[in-house]
């Protein structure tokens, strides 16, 4: 029987196959190649009408900023959006692959996406590899049950709040939204608080940086705005650019060529015999 | 005739060179609703019979035009649970190629995966060909495109297409009708013409269904309140 007329369920979960290839490698001296990561301050919040996100834009590779601008904020569905901490490809596969079969579900439901249908199929992805898809996420939208936000953790376990905030500025920005949070905030009131939480963050935590990203999700209506607040712009020392006014004088010049010139001489002779 | 002895198995050639369970899956669509399609010059539009067995049978959850992707719609003829099949597996299909290219998938490939599709199961032991003809409609950077894809797994391109019971009138009446320069709207007038053609009974918007893309590139099914305008301004 052909493959296609058989749908065999997708084999999850960490393969352990090289585990013991790696132990040895690293027990010989090999050093580990580093990942990217977003450092970060991630958070979300309810409001009066739906769901705000908000994020900053740094990503870094261990002590460098790789990235002054990424976007930490991805599309899910058309009503559910989802902020990524950890390391980037983790987050971005991750985000990417729910989002796919959100899609497909929509197509064969004929129903919006739920945010709770996001919610476990990251969650159940991220348990099968035990951690070791390190994405921590907030995952915020509005759907036919009203708003909702999780956070969700590399190991797979989800929480479900009215506040959260996730990666390395986490706790700049919960101790933002700790002091002034209250239910029932206008889109406003929720737009400023997220900045400022993010913002916390950008300037206390090393890992996060540069600019602010905010995404307001209500019922039937989503605004992603990006780069909403650039608080870090870049100062460049010359708007004009530099010029040179002395020309750089020639002394010698040698040309060395990389490849040696053979000259090949034909000499008309007999031919080679057989 | 000695193509009877070589019509049970879908594996085996007749020898006059037929695969004959493929021709008995053409006449299940012969003898399915009518439904056709037409490419106008800025978009295409799709429209079937939707003849329910019964009075009884609620119409709203019947719905026969399907979208594979926000910008390719498809209507069959032939056999209703063979065609649910085929679209979850070209909505699938398109969804895998979104994600491994990030492109919207051009409206060829998924005519070319789905008529894969369909020529598997004419060569697999065990399995039967499927019962239905698509006729898939889309817009991509190519402009707007009408397929028909055959139980055999042969697709063609068409500017106007009719399958089904009263394919050789419809496919008639469309070949006088049909002009290259054709918009839209004109389109759809066309279309509820041609079934309007071969249709037994009152024609209303209960029974037909038409779905349409224009350069919007969103493949939508027309409302029954659209299409009693539209059945009004063709009166």
């Not at chain 1, 129903?111 to 996420?137: E, P, W």
């Not at chain 1, 307001?216 to 870049?234: A, F």
């Not at chain 2, 994600?99 to 005519?111: D, G, H, M, S």
């Not at chain 2, 029974?207 to 893309?213: A, P, Q």
Request: neutral net charge; contains cysteine; glycine residues 10%.
């Amino acid at each position: 029987m052909s493959q296609s007329a058989v749908d065999v369920p997708a084999k999850g979960g960490f393969s352990y196959d090289l585990c013991k290839r790696n132990d040895m490698l690293i027990q010989k001296g090999l050093k580990a190649p580093s990942f990217l990561k977003t450092g970060t301050t991630i958070v979300g919040l309810i409001f009066k009408d739906g769901v705000i996100l908000g994020a900053d834009t740094r990503a870094t590779e261990g002590p460098i900023v790789a990235d002054k601008n990424c976007e930490k904020i991805h599309y899910m569905a058309p009503n559910i959006y989802c902020c990524g901490a950890g390391t980037a490809a983790d987050t971005e596969a991750v985000t990417d692959m729910v989002s796919s079969q959100l899609r497909l579900h929509r197509y064969q439901t004929g129903r919006d996406s739920r945010v709770i249908t996001a919610l476990t199929l990251l969650k159940k992805h991220l348990f099968s590899y035990q951690g070791h898809v390190s994405a921590a996420l907030v995952l915020g939208g509005v759907d036919i049950t009203g708003p909702h936000l999780h956070t969700i953790y590399p190991h797979g376990s989800t929480d479900t709040l009215p506040f959260a905030t996730m990666g390395s500025g986490s706790l700049a920005a919960m101790s933002v939204f700790e002091a002034k949070y209250k239910e029932g905030l206008t889109r406003d009131e929720g737009i400023k608080l997220v900045a400022e939480a993010i913002c916390s963050g950008i300037f206390n935590d090393l890992g996060s940086g540069s600019n602010v990203d905010i995404c307001v999700i209500t019922k039937g209506n989503k605004e992603y705005l990006r780069n909403y607040m650039e608080p870090n712009p870049r100062t460049y020392v010359s708007s004009n650019g530099y010029s040179f006014t002395k020309k750089t004088e020639v002394l010698r010049t040698k040309i060395t060529p990389l490849k040696e010139r053979v000259e090949i001489i034909e000499v008309t002779g007999e031919a080679m015999e057989e | 005739m000695g193509d009877s002895q070589y019509s049970f198995s879908l594996t085996t050639f007749s020898p006059s060179g037929k695969l004959v369970q493929i021709e008995h899956a053409l006449t299940a669509v012969g003898s399915g609703q009518t439904s056709l399609g037409i490419k106008a010059s800025n978009g295409v539009v799709i429209a079937t019979e939707k003849k329910l067995p019964s009075i009884l049978v609620d119409e709203a959850s019947v719905q026969k035009i399907q979208h594979l992707t926000p910008n390719i719609g498809v209507v069959y003829s032939g056999m209703g649970p063979d065609f649910r099949v085929l679209v979850r597996k070209s909505r699938k299909q398109a969804e895998q190629y979104n994600r491994l290219y990030k492109e919207p998938i051009p409206v060829t490939q998924l005519v070319r995966e789905t008529a894969t599709v369909m020529q598997e199961f004419t060569q697999s032991g065990g399995v039967r060909p499927f019962g239905v003809s698509l006729l898939v409609a889309g817009y991509d950077d190519k402009g707007p495109q009408l397929y028909q894809v055959d139980p055999s797994g042969s697709y063609f391109s068409w500017k106007a297409s009719a399958m089904g019971k009263n394919v050789s009138n419809a496919k008639t009446f469309l070949e006088k009708r049909y002009t290259e320069d054709m918009e839209l709207d004109d389109a759809i007038h066309t279309a509820i013409l041609t079934l309007k053609e071969g249709f037994e009974g009152e024609i209303s918007s209960k029974n037909i269904e038409i779905g349409k893309i224009g350069a919007d590139k969103i493949f939508r099914v027309l409302t029954p309140a659209e299409i009693d305008d539209y059945l009004a301004e063709v009166e």
